[in-house]
């Protein structure tokens, strides 16, 4: 099958075989794909990871165990867990120690024809959610994961630091929960398009220093952090939700002087992400910038890397 | 009066006016007060204070509004709100934007013959609980915010990073919540005092990675941040008590991957810790390494500087 395999070697389309399912998975054909940020840093050294990258996808079932998900498309969690562990047992594989995670840790992932997941990480996708829509289930699950981890009250002051495609999304779905959540990005385009989806903007210098509730540091870059300091209020909390790649030097003092929360948040919940895509709650159709086919994932990767750019499809149907 | 005073001149023993109190403060005779490793700081340029440095006293109430407080034995909070904020009106002056502190902000400490303090900073001091000990209600105060903070449980597995003052209190009080806290340092003698007050002591190199449910970080060192997050559990919380004088570097990927809580804790409310102290439920009289008159105040902090140094205490009557 064609696939997209990270080594040394870079990035390259290449013909590998197809990937056989170990008990208790199923073969899933890959319909559609999307790039994330994590993909981008894979490329850049980040986890040292080797193999066919990947992990936000939805697929059509090919072989399985269970016969009725067979021909049924499905999405799928990309944390693998060992299942024996406590972390497993009481339902939270995300945190298993001895996790694999799909494109980015010990097991190939979706920008191939083929990949096999366990049944356990299967969701069913409802008829009325596209395919492209479909590929949005992992990274608005991300954004859920700050909903599970927070308690918001409709008049917090909130704000979403970085206009990326993590950054647009975690404020649509936080602003359900506090409409005046607002964006915080420098992106022309990527405000615009966030603005389109009804994303409420604010420029940084209008916006009042330690006044906010809770404010979420989407940047992915080290500015970040020092900028999130500045905007909450005392015993307020920092929602960390960027990769970082290398390490991170701040002032650390005003997090015990103003008794500041940091809390880094990951992967999330699939259910109420499938919910929100299926129900139109969330406005993701005006982020995608391009799809291209499979045979052209590596061009796919380059319009990704553009400072510009939001979220690129592979189709590899 | 005599009032051991800070500016780019250093630190010097200086005779000085006796303040005057403002509408609803009291004038306080300072009895003993106790050397913190924040005013260690201040000496070295930390928060630029200029004064009388020193937060941590027991004093006589000389004259006061409230007649009924003359002469009776008091130790005081050290946040002065400005009374008329929306912290201050929700009694959490301590985040009073505005806010004065005892010797570190704005405000003439303790290290004098002479305080004043508003009246609602005051708590009386039962006669059981002796001066030298009184001087601990502010640090053990600090403790009991993490309490504040955090729910505990039992069988909880907790380790505090630092045999220092600050961390020998905080393991006494978090084991009466958690007895199996463990207390981690390399400071052969301070760790001996530490048992000595029946606080249980580890290896850093005993110590299981990734366990830990709460890891209080109050080394004071920068490196202190990388082990605390080496050792505590996914999903876990840092508690920060130390007071960071400039940038801290590390890396802050496993924040987000093993989405751990952080979270700052300053001052703490006095209640409870003079019930402790009044009490005898924590150990305290061990660190007490010397006690030197206010005339000697400069030879107080060269003592206090020491690397094996706990408490060091100034009697200023």
Known sequence: MRALHFSENGLRLSQIEVPNAEKGEALIRVRM????????????????????IGHEFVGTVEDSSNRDLVG???????NLGCGVCAWCTRKNERHC???????????DGCFAEFITLPLRNLYRVPDRLEDRIACFVEPVAACYQIIEQLTFMPHDRVAVLGDGKLGILAAQVIAHWVPGTVLVGHHERKLKV?????????REDELELKSYDTVVEAT???????????????????????????????DAAPLVINEIHLIGSRCGPFGPAIAALAGKDLCVEPLIDATYPLDQAE???IKAKEPEALKVLIDCK
């Open 220 to 250: 992915g870059s080290p500015g970040g952090m020092e900028k999130a300091i500045g905007l909450v209020r005392p015993q307020g909390t920092i929602v960390l939700k960027s990769t970082y790649h290398g390490d991170l030097l701040f």
């Open 97 to 107: 120690q001895q996790r694999r995670v799909l494109g980015i840790l010990g097991k």
């Open 299 to 301: 061009d796919a990767f």
């Open 194 to 202: 966030a603005q389109a989806c009804g994303v409420k903007i604010a």
């Open 33 to 52: 794909a999307g790039i994330c940020s994590t993909d981008l840093e894979i490329v850049r050294g980040y986890l040292n990871f080797r193999g066919v």
């Open 72 to 78: 049924k498309r499905v999405v799928g969690e990309i």
